[in-house]
């Protein structure tokens, strides 16, 4: 519960806590998170969250907030601490009109963080489900990266908590040009795509 103790106790924000919260994925990844209990509402002092973020920056290049609820005192620090916002959602009209919404909320921000929404196509594409299209069309912005549907190479991913493949996965290779498009680094990952040759004709001798 590193993420919380951080949060509850801004005062004690120096190096040394803040290296014990972590738990380290690589030598380059951190992992900042709590477990929070399901009757216990999250209380937290105004400006604890943006103190947190303040001085994290000073430690890493990229912060990445994962954040699972749309709106509050929460969300708007982040927002406010934020040079990017990606807001993710799916092909469903539900989906759409939340993510127009969010990206007109963002756009409020004074700190005009870029903006661009993640389309995580996790369900089997059916008739009936929002088009592409549509939904870009919907949103009135060109900033749209989608995430193609691959099941079987995720599950295999989550369940055994590896990283999916960013060179047999289409979906691996969407993330990897996702995190290009931040970093600003031009090489795209592309997915391994097997030939198909027709066999050669031998010409037959006598």
């Known amino acids: 519960n590193g993420l919380v103790e951080l949060l509850q106790n801004p005062h004690r924000l120096d190096q040394q806590l803040i290296n ?96 661009t929404v993640l389309v995580n196509e996790c369900r089997q594409p059916v008739p009936g489900r929002v088009n592409a299209k549509d939904f870009t069309d919907a949103l009135a912005r060109g900033s749209v990266h989608s995430l193609p549907y691959e099941p079987q190479a995720l599950a295999l991913s989550e369940n055994l908590g590896e990283a999916v493949s960013t060179q047999r996965s289409a979906f691996g290779a969407a993330i990897v040009s996702l995190a290009n498009s931040i970093t600003g680094n031009q090489v795209a990952a592309e997915p391994e795509r097997a030939e198909h040759r027709r066999p050669r004709r031998e010409a037959a001798r006598e």
Not at 40 to 69: C, M, T, W
Request: some cysteine.
């Open 20 to 115: 014990q919260a972590f738990v380290a994925q690589s030598d380059r990844l951190f992992v900042l998170a709590s477990e929070l209990p399901y009757n216990n509402d999250l209380s937290l002092r105004p400006g604890a969250f943006s103190e947190l973020i303040a001085a994290l920056k000073r430690q890493f290049h990229y912060i990445v907030i994962d954040l699972h609820q749309r709106g509050g005192a929460l969300v708007d620090e982040a927002f406010d601490a934020s040079a990017m916002i990606h807001i993710v959602a799916d092909l469903s009209v539900h989906s759409t009109r939340e993510a127009a919404r969010l990206c007109q909320f963002a756009e409020t921000r004074d700190a005009s963080p870029a903006l």
